[in-house]
């Protein structure tokens, strides 16, 4: 029983390009969390979807980010014209569908942006 | 209101010593309280979780105490191993953990052999 994926593991982008991350829930789990982690700090929320739908996204930065979990694939989390500013560990978690449950994450992308 | 405040931010321990972790929340309306274990360079694991209905529990070496007066839990390692030394989260959620997690900043343990 696979855990949660993300990909890439590491991602290095220079200033002004676009980054996409990559989350593939558990089996079974149909919800998906986002969160950042910066060094040294906790991690905070960023937004969470449903299959074709954004649940709650007001962790997430009004410009350049956006995310999406389509019927069918992995969700993403995409950052427009990445800065310094967002390098940092990006964790997807999941969890199942009905009841009281508990979120699962993944191993994180570490962005890095030159 | 929606803040977890966590102590200490970093803590040593001697092997088969107990850690105690301590967090506070604001927001009465929370109804579960994981905390997470994270190595470096690894995600987040869950550890153990606790409901507001109780106010103990216990899997193993790892206890969760809870005091909804107060708004207050802690984690405490019975006999801690040089193999707990990572960083622990603690976190609160609405909805029995379906929503958000609103994490503590942290709290690096390190035990010595």
């Known amino acids: 029983n696979a855990g949660v994926m993300q990909n890439p593991r590491h991602l290095v982008r220079r200033r002004g390009q676009e980054a996409r991350l990559r989350c593939s829930p558990m089996k079974g789990h149909s919800h998906v969390y986002w969160y950042r982690q910066l060094p040294e700090e906790g991690l905070k929320f960023m937004v969470y979807l449903q299959k074709e739908n954004i649940i709650d996204e007001s962790g997430m930065p009004k410009e350049r980010f956006s995310a999406e979990f389509p019927k069918e694939g992995p969700s993403i989390l995409r950052i427009q014209q990445v800065v310094r500013g967002d390098s940092a560990a990006y964790f997807c978690a999941s969890s199942r569908t009905q009841g009281p449950d508990t979120q699962y994450f993944g191993p994180g992308t570490r962005l890095t942006v030159l | 209101q929606q803040q977890v405040k966590q102590s200490p931010q970093s803590l040593i321990v001697q092997k088969g010593g107990i850690s105690i972790i301590n967090c506070a929340y604001e927001?009465?309306?929370?109804?579960?309280f994981p905390w997470y274990q994270q190595f470096p360079g690894k995600g987040p694991a869950l550890l153990i979780a606790?409901?507001?209905?109780?106010s103990e529990k216990k899997e193993g070496r790892f206890t969760i105490s809870f005091n909804k007066s107060a708004k207050q839990f802690s984690l405490h390692i019975m006999d801690s191993q040089p193999g707990d030394s990572a960083t622990y989260f603690c976190a609160a959620s609405l909805q029995g953990g379906s929503e958000k997690l609103v994490f503590g900043k942290g709290t690096k343990l390190t035990v010595n052999p």
């Open positions: 606790i409901r507001p209905d109780v």
């Open positions: 927001n009465t309306a929370f109804d579960y």
